[in-house]
């Protein structure tokens, strides 16, 4: 793998995230109680022996920036790293990324030498866990110019992404992005020989891009310069399958696209179910991130039952179901957390700071005494007070206030907000 580089796409606003992306970029954003959504793509390159990664990033890349400068540093001696890559303005261009082929463009002279054969391009906001040594064998084998990653999936699932069909020896043939009607009919392949072992009774019969690529690093060159397209999903894979050899690598394990609130939820909260769709316990490629030397979790007198705990917790009397606690996270007397996500605190506070809260009248950082959280999505260092109860019990759909908002019925409380004694939602 010394002939590859990694390039993790951030993504862009990442709007369709907020409020969780108001102050840090989509792959900052924390996941499964102690690691961040770019622990995952970053842990599949190490887990693979592709050491050589970067990350393309625009907004809010601040706490991106900290986590992977503490985290990622490999021995001195290696030719391993994991570098930053910021939009920034250069003698050919003023403007910032216009898109995922565009990113990639304006930052080939950081990556693109003669030690490199492959260019594997991955997305900062997907879960899943993929060997991408037998990704990129399977590549040269087929004598490819471009591989993608495609996952099996059904009839409703296929209108919301790009639908790949295949000859039989997996090359592609056409691509059709978010097909319906007689449209998506069309797409169908023949994934039974493939998926002989599939066990869920869904009947697949459609090939979705999970965006990820691998390409020979002068076809990747000759499409970004030869042409000005800005995205790969929509411009750079329809052209390249009409004029290069493009193949379909077929996934059949878990993957999830988080872009949405709803799919980050759901994504989060499989990972509390007695046979998770990940193993984060998995000593063979485990998921790394930094490393913060906390203590053990203290837990008093509480009900817990399928739930992820993180470390330096200290839960009191609570009963928790159904949910992830991330760490730090401080949860009083009585309160019942049921099918939510408490992403905990970036720092203790200290006994000057707990007596200044008294003296204001402002909750401490995390849960108090009595509260009722289901449904809900708790971002990081958060004060609720005691008798709180956010449960969305009118069903909304979607709401803004100032310290929380609503998305798809669930409901997200951003990072920093108060939430003061007795609120009822």
Same mark, same amino acid.
């Given at each position: 793998?010394?002939?590859?580089?990694? +390039?993790?796409?951030?993504?862009?606003?990442?709007?369709?995230?907020?409020?969780?992306?108001?102050?840090?970029?989509?792959?900052?954003?924390?996941?499964?109680?102690?690691?961040?959504?770019?622990? *995952?793509?970053?842990?599949?390159?190490?887990?693979?022996?592709?050491?050589?990664?970067?990350?393309?990033?625009?907004?809010?890349?601040?706490?991106?920036?900290?986590?992977?400068?503490?985290?990622?540093?490999?021995?001195?001696?290696?030719?391993?790293? +994991?570098?930053?890559?910021?939009?920034?303005?250069?003698?050919?261009?003023?403007?910032?990324?216009?898109?995922?082929?565009?990113?990639?463009?304006?930052?080939?002279?950081?990556?693109?030498?003669?030690?490199?054969?492959?260019?594997?391009?991955?997305?900062?906001?997907?879960?899943?866990?993929?060997?991408?040594?037998?990704?990129?064998?399977?590549?040269?084998?087929?004598?490819?110019?471009?591989?993608?990653?495609?996952?099996?999936?059904?009839?409703?699932?296929?209108?919301?992404?790009?639908?790949?069909?295949?000859?039989?020896?997996?090359?592609?043939?056409?691509?059709?992005?978010?097909?319906?009607?007689?449209?998506?009919?069309?797409?169908?392949?023949?994934?039974?020989?493939?998926?002989?072992?599939? @066990?869920?009774?869904?009947?697949?019969?459609?090939?979705?891009?999970? !965006?990820?690529?691998?390409?020979?690093?002068?076809?990747?060159?000759?499409?970004? @310069?030869?042409?000005?397209?800005?995205?790969?999903?929509?411009?750079?894979?329809?052209?390249?399958?009409?004029?290069?050899?493009?193949?379909?690598?077929?996934?059949?394990?878990?993957?999830?696209?988080?872009?949405?609130?709803?799919?980050?939820?759901?994504?989060?909260?499989?990972?509390?179910?007695?046979?998770?769709?990940?193993?984060?316990?998995?000593?063979?490629?485990?998921?790394?991130?930094?490393?913060?030397?906390?203590? %053990? %979790?203290?837990?008093?007198?509480?009900?817990?039952?399928?739930?992820?705990?993180?470390? !330096?917790?200290?839960?009191?009397?609570?009963?928790?179901?159904?949910?992830?606690?991330?760490?730090?996270?401080?949860?009083?007397?009585?309160?019942?957390?049921?099918?939510?996500?408490?992403?905990?605190?970036?720092?203790?506070?200290?006994?000057?700071?707990?007596?200044?809260?008294?003296?204001?009248?402002?909750?401490?950082?995390?849960?108090?005494?009595?509260?009722?959280?289901?449904?809900?999505?708790?971002?990081?260092?958060?004060?609720? !007070?005691?008798?709180?109860?956010?449960?969305?019990?009118? @069903?909304?759909?979607?709401?803004?206030?100032?310290?929380?908002?609503?998305?798809?019925? *669930?409901?997200?409380?951003? @990072?920093?907000?108060?939430?003061?004694?007795?609120?009822?939602?």
């Amino acid at each position: 793998m010394k002939n590859v580089v990694a +390039v993790i796409l951030g993504g862009g606003q990442g709007t369709r995230l907020f409020p969780l992306t108001k102050l840090r970029s989509k792959p900052a954003v924390p996941l499964a109680g102690k690691y961040r959504l770019i622990d *995952i793509p970053i842990s599949n390159c190490i887990n693979s022996e592709v050491r050589k990664i970067f990350v393309l990033t625009q907004f809010n890349s601040e706490s991106l920036n900290r986590h992977i400068s503490e985290t990622y540093r490999f021995d001195m001696f290696s030719e391993g790293f +994991v570098d930053i890559l910021a939009a920034e303005q250069t003698i050919e261009s003023r403007d910032w990324f216009q898109g995922t082929a565009d990113a990639v463009r304006r930052t080939l002279r950081h990556f693109v030498s003669k030690n490199i054969d492959y260019i594997l391009i991955l997305s900062g906001d997907h879960l899943y866990k993929m060997d991408y040594r037998k990704f990129i064998n399977y590549h040269i084998e087929k004598n490819a110019d471009i591989t993608i990653g495609t996952i099996p999936v059904d009839e409703e699932e296929a209108s919301s992404f790009g639908i790949m069909k295949i000859d039989s020896n997996f090359r592609i043939k056409s691509f059709s992005e978010k097909p319906k009607g007689e449209l998506l009919k069309s797409m169908k392949s023949n994934l039974s020989e493939f998926l002989k072992d599939n @066990k869920s009774g869904v009947k697949k019969e459609y090939l979705a891009s999970m !965006g990820i690529y691998v390409f020979n690093k002068e076809v990747l060159i000759e499409l970004l @310069k030869s042409y000005n397209f800005l995205d790969f999903g929509k411009e750079v894979i329809p052209f390249a399958i009409r004029n290069k050899r493009v193949f379909s690598y077929m996934f059949n394990g878990y993957w999830s696209d988080i872009g949405t609130i709803r799919s980050f939820y759901e994504a989060n909260l499989k990972l509390t179910e007695p046979k998770p769709v990940i193993d984060l316990y998995d000593a063979e490629s485990p998921i790394y991130t930094h490393a913060r030397f906390l203590p %053990s %979790s203290k837990i008093v007198s509480c009900k817990i039952l399928n739930s992820i705990i993180s470390e !330096g917790c200290i839960l009191n009397g609570a009963s928790i179901r159904n949910s992830i606690v991330g760490i730090r996270a401080k949860i009083g007397r009585g309160s019942e957390i049921n099918n939510s996500i408490v992403m905990g605190a970036d720092y203790y506070e200290s006994v000057e700071e707990l007596n200044h809260n008294r003296d204001e009248g402002i909750p401490d950082v995390g849960i108090g005494n009595n509260c009722v959280i289901q449904g809900a999505i708790i971002d990081k260092n958060v004060r609720i !007070g005691d008798n709180v109860l956010i449960t969305n019990f009118k @069903k909304i759909q979607n709401l803004d206030r100032d310290f929380l908002y609503i998305r798809d019925g *669930i409901v997200v409380i951003p @990072k920093n907000a108060i939430i003061p004694n007795n609120f009822v939602l």
